[in-house]
């Protein structure tokens, strides 16, 4: 009888289900799709990536950027996106690097998994091999002079950009801008005082450094024009206060006898305008701004006695100025005294390409500085962008940590040669899954070869030798892309602040882990959906497939194949390996 009882069902039906070491292998084969897409961005000679969403294309070699943009729905792949945001959040550059180290670390370990090594056991080790690694590099890490380490730092994390042409421009200036906010101790949020402003048109070499505040000409009224335009030592009035003729509401109701008396009310209304400009004005100021609209009254009325008024104020710019002016942000114009308001050297109208800019410069907080770029298409300008901010976090980063260590896969090669040396060490599993880590890093300087078009095998086996023949010695050997081979990278140069990498180590360790300890994927159709259960089920290995409005499916097997979906968005599913 008990053979002929129903099963129990607690999962709703559709629900599909994958489990063991074809999971594994699944995910693993998910996180090298992923690693694909970006691999070629790498370094100097690294290719440009074009996603188009829609109308909007954009042009981009950073890591972050295009996995954000491809919206991976893969729910295992996901953890190296996360990984990238992570990077890019805290040093801002190596976000292609650890997606790399990640992807490779578990594409080394894979065989071991096939050959039924148990994931629990490979964590362990893994763990412990990534803090040996982590600590390695911090022994590794040189300190050098401020001034020569922060410029060169700079230069290489621009030396991978769209703008690595220009980085005598550019290194100097981000350098200037980052140092000023150290000095004031204000570097820890860097990117709220140091605004980056796009101007399309001009040359890339036109772009520049306002120590100070600068944001474009707000909305304005015919009377602005009369404005005085440029001011030395002004007092600057700063109001989050709405400064226009406000009548009643529709829904008001006002009961009145005579004619009289609605134009008492209407001369009211007119009445509390003219209080709130005559307080601005009898406060002494000669700038006013606010967060709020400027009526055409207002813009005349102050134009009339020599002030300068500007309304729709963006909140951050506003907030730099406060900073910057030592002002302070009123929400009412009662009660207003001279003590309340800020002040700066110079404030002028630019005009900067087709922008007209407002300048407040010589202030007496060197809290803030805005860098204008100029290109001569939008999708330059925001790459622009990118790389500047980059360069910016890699520069407050090398501030924070004081040390360096050098680029061109030098520091991995380095790493790489301890671990081997080590797993010779130990016994048992151990020693394959150390040696697998030791190979993964790597790819790194294979990478950065094959993207220069170098022979990634020859010049492999040069820095192999190398390192090798140092020992535990120092070894600052890496890819040279110029010269076709290898070479000092430190005496070259290619610094990278020794965060950067024990940060980079630190998250992919942690990323292989994760993917390591998914033994079991279950997904659920949707309820009240129809197509849910066809779109939403796995095959075989557990990959993910259907439509996810402009998300990308990476493969979970070997065997994916991309096709166009949606708005010219690329994409990638497979049928569930393993």
Excluded at 178 to 204: C, F, R, Y
Excluded at 479 to 484: K, Y
Excluded at 486 to 512: C, H, R, Y
Aim: aromatic residues 4%; negative net charge.
């Amino acid at each position: 009888m008990n053979g002929m009882q129903p099963g129990i069902i607690i999962l709703r039906e559709g629900t599909d289900t994958s489990q063991g070491i074809p999971q594994l292998v699944s995910n693993i084969n998910a996180c090298q799709a992923v690693a694909d897409s970006v691999r070629t961005t790498l370094g100097p000679r690294g290719m440009d990536k074009l996603v188009a969403k829609g109308s909007r294309a954009t042009i981009s070699n950073d890591g972050a950027t295009i996995m954000k943009l491809l919206e991976v729905a893969h729910p295992a792949a996901k953890t190296l996106v996360d990984i990238s945001m992570s990077q890019d959040t805290a040093v801002g550059d190596g976000t292609t690097s650890v997606v790399l180290l990640a992807a490779e670390i578990l594409a080394k370990l894979k065989p071991l998994v096939e050959e039924g090594i148990s994931p629990t056991r490979m964590i362990q080790t893994i763990r412990k091999t990534g803090k040996y690694a982590v600590d390695r590099v911090a022994e590794l890490a040189v300190t050098v002079e401020q001034e020569e380490m922060l410029l060169k730092c700079a230069g290489t994390a621009l030396n991978s950009k769209l703008i690595s042409s220009h980085r005598d421009l550019f290194a100097p200036m981000v350098v200037s801008a980052v140092t000023k906010l150290h000095q004031a101790g204000n570097v820890d949020e860097i990117m709220d005082w140091i605004s980056i402003k796009q101007i399309p048109g001009g040359d890339v070499r036109q772009s520049f450094l306002v120590e100070g505040v600068a944001f474009r000409k707000t909305f304005s009224y015919a009377g602005f024009e009369q404005m005085t335009k440029r001011f030395e030592n002004p007092k600057i009035l700063l109001l989050n206060v709405e400064l226009e003729l406000k009548s009643e509401k529709e829904n008001a109701e006002v009961r009145i006898s005579t004619p009289a008396e609605y134009q008492s009310i209407v001369e009211a209304e007119w009445q509390v305008i003219y209080d709130k400009l005559d307080a601005c004005i009898n406060c002494g100021a000669n700038i006013v701004l606010s967060k709020l609209p400027i009526g055409d009254l207002a813009t005349q009325y102050f134009a009339d006695r020599g002030l300068f008024c500007a309304g729709r104020v963006n909140d951050g710019d506003m907030k730099r100025v406060a900073v910057s002016t030592k002002g302070a942000v009123q929400t009412t114009t009662s009660g207003l005294t001279e003590s309340i308001l800020g002040t700066c050297g110079l404030f002028e109208e630019s005009q900067v390409g087709d922008e007209r800019f407002n300048l407040f410069t010589q202030c007496p907080s060197a809290l803030t500085c805005t860098i204008v770029l100029r290109g001569g298409t939008e999708q330059f300008i925001a790459e622009s962008e990118r790389s500047v901010h980059d360069a910016l976090m890699v520069v407050k980063r090398t501030i924070q940590s004081g040390s360096v260590v050098a680029g061109g896969g030098a520091v991995e090669m380095c790493v790489s040669n301890s671990l081997r040396r080590r797993a010779l060490e130990i016994e048992g599993k151990e020693q394959l899954i150390v040696s697998a880590y030791s190979k993964a890093l790597e790819v790194i300087p294979r990478q950065l070869c094959e993207n220069a078009g170098l022979d990634a095998t020859d010049v492999l086996a040069a820095l192999r030798r190398k390192h090798r023949l140092e020992g535990d010695n120092v070894c600052w050997y890496g890819v040279n892309i110029e010269e076709d081979g290898i070479t000092d990278t430190f005496d070259l140069g290619v610094w990278e602040p020794s965060d950067n990498k024990m940060n980079s180590l630190q998250a992919a360790t942690e990323a292989a882990c994760v993917i390591l300890s998914i033994d079991e994927t279950v997904i659920s159709p949707r309820s009240q959906d129809p197509g849910a259960q066809a779109s939403g089920q796995m095959g075989g290995g557990g990959g993910m497939s259907g439509a996810m409005g402009n998300a990308m499916d990476i493969a979970n097997s070997g065997g994916a194949r991309t096709g166009q979906m949606g708005q010219g968005v690329s994409y990638m599913k497979g049928r569930g390996g393993g």
